[in-house]
């Protein structure tokens, strides 16, 4: 089975500062990757996903994530932050093959800034 | 071009009660899938519909059933509902493999 782990609840940073909001997942394979943001009393919004390719990912809102096979990890990133970039933030993560080809989040991640 | 949507916006509901929840694709879309979004929690993955069938399922009972029109709209059922199933149910939208997955706004149930 698939899983999706968060390790901060809660991440804060100033404006202007760098940010990064942590990932690790366990999914047997290469899994496809993503990062959604959701802002209060709405939706997901889909922000970027890995496929296959450059480790490094570009995003929607400046924002990139960086894939890590050896750590199984996919860290959300942005050079300088922005007030307006303050949501909650989930990973995802989908198997490529087989039958549970569903997405599975994590717990997420609420950024302030 | 609209995006996902959902109705209702807000729902309140009693125990033992059912419900049906709607949902329209993102425009030229054909792939429905729905998720459960607990308070302080992630998404977690009910079904999905394609072609009006049923084809993968998540970890829930079967008192969560769904139905997908000709016109790619879906909608939700909960029958004999618990307090438990009180939470934000979101339906996002895809064109195979769905890689990429558009999201509605959801629709907050409260179940008293």
């Known amino acids: 089975a698939q899983s999706v782990a968060q390790p901060e609840d809660q991440v804060n940073v100033a404006e202007g500062n760098p940010l990064t909001v942590k990932c690790t997942y366990s999914v047997s394979g290469n899994p496809y990757l993503f990062w959604y943001v959701q802002y209060p009393n709405r939706g997901l919004q889909f922000l970027l996903k890995?496929?296959?390719?450059?480790?490094l990912v570009k995003g929607s809102y400046g924002f990139e994530a960086e894939f890590n096979k050896s750590q199984t990890s996919f860290h959300l990133k942005k050079p300088s932050a922005l007030v307006s970039d303050s949501a909650l933030y989930f990973c995802?993560?989908?198997?490529?093959?087989?039958?549970?080809?569903?997405?599975?989040f994590g717990s997420g991640t609420q950024l302030t800034v | 071009d609209a995006g996902v949507t959902q109705s209702p916006t807000h729902l309140i509901k009693t125990r033992g009660q059912q419900v049906t929840l709607r949902c329209s694709p993102k425009?030229?879309?054909?792939?429905v899938s729905w998720y459960q979004q607990a308070l302080g929690q992630g998404p977690q993955f009910i079904f999905q519909y394609y072609e009006e069938e049923e084809r993968q399922r998540g970890n829930f009972p079967d008192r969560f059933s769904g139905h997908q029109f000709p016109n790619y709209s879906s909608e939700l059922n909960v029958n004999a509902l618990l307090l438990g199933d009180s939470a934000l149910y979101l339906c996002a939208s895809s064109l195979p493999p769905g890689l990429e997955q558009y999201f509605g706004p959801g629709t907050r149930l409260t179940v008293t």
């Open positions: 995802a993560v989908r198997p490529r093959s087989g039958s549970a080809r569903q997405l599975t």
């Open positions: 890995y496929i296959t390719g450059d480790n």
């Open positions: 425009s030229g879309h054909d792939t």
